[in-house]
């Protein structure tokens, strides 16, 4: 285990990278004092996701396992007894890194434990509510019922991020908690757009995992059968149905931009955690709605220069509202007009 042989502190900065390209990125914009309670939250999280992410076909032994997580979460069973027995379950049925997460929880645990309480109470209000609720949506291979469903997985898994990030920003300054009303408006949108930009960008990756987070009914009415993913992305309205999906997330991203700007300027670290976000989804929905033809070789991943171009530009837009919302709202309009170029 990592937390043998580098400390527990040192978690975070080792296992992000392997497991988040975006969080590796983002993550050291923040604060000091914020970067270990993030960085050991979203590895948290992330093991919640191997949990249900992982190649299990059985579903029952799946909610059993976010079973066993959450009695770590509420203080039922110990973190090593947890952690043994999900690696003795998932071993065979998830990656190396993921393997080596889930060993690791007991380290990450207390790391979350030298953290302020407010913040501690925080990432476990997260953590519970993302592992109960996942517990619908286990192992679901032929997509989720309806747009209803659709929204509240993104909320279980995205948009409870939001509402943890929110309560330790407004922890972490006075200045952004006298803003938390608005900021609790918007975070749940702001985890959605990121939330609907990944499922997009994975249909093929989650089908390879049978697993399938879009909205049958939208498809239905176009009448495409997702139980035959291949079959339904040759037809023509394909593009245009995934092209509706695109704009939903493109009107939660906006909401994302709104949430930034929501931090005071002075916050330039909080903002460009945001902005590189946002960025990046823009980019990557913008990829999603040029694809042509659909098929299982769909990869709409955003290029390196892509990446460099958003991480050379955060630092400056986050010191000025007027910059970012003239900056994000371009990104969104080249969304928008290679979408009408592609129908």
Known sequence: ???????????????VPQLSRTFALTIPKLPPDLRSTVGTAYLLCRAADTIEDSRLSDRDRKIGQLDLFLAGIEQEDSWDSVSRRLAA????????????????????????????????????ICLKKMAAG???????????????????????????VGEMLTELFCDHAKDIDEHREKLEKLAASFGQGLQMTNILKDIWDDRRQGRCYLPQSLFCAASLDLRDLDGAARKPAFRPTIHQLAAVALGHLGDA???????PRRHTGIRQFCLLAIGMAYATLNRVVQVSQFSPDYRPKISRSTV????????????????????????????????????
């Open 1 to 15: 285990m990592l937390d043998k042989v580098f400390g527990n502190e040192d978690l975070p900065l080792l296992l």
């Open 89 to 124: 379950e998932l071993s065979g049925e998830v990656g190396a890194e993921e393997l080596e997460l889930i060993d690791s929880l007991p380290g990450l645990i207390d790391i979350l434990k030298t953290r302020p309480v407010r913040q501690q109470d925080a990432v476990r």
């Open 134 to 160: 996942m517990k619908s949506y286990v192992n679901r291979p032929t997509g989720l019922a309806d747009m209803a469903e659709f929204d509240d997985y993104c909320y279980v898994v995205a948009g409870v």
């Open 257 to 263: 931009v709104e949430y930034t700007l929501a931090i």
């Open 308 to 343: 460099k171009s958003v991480m050379l530009a955060a630092p400056v837009i986050c010191r000025s509202d007027s910059l970012t919302r003239w900056t994000m709202s371009g990104m969104a309009s080249l969304c928008e007009a290679n979408a009408v170029r592609q129908s």
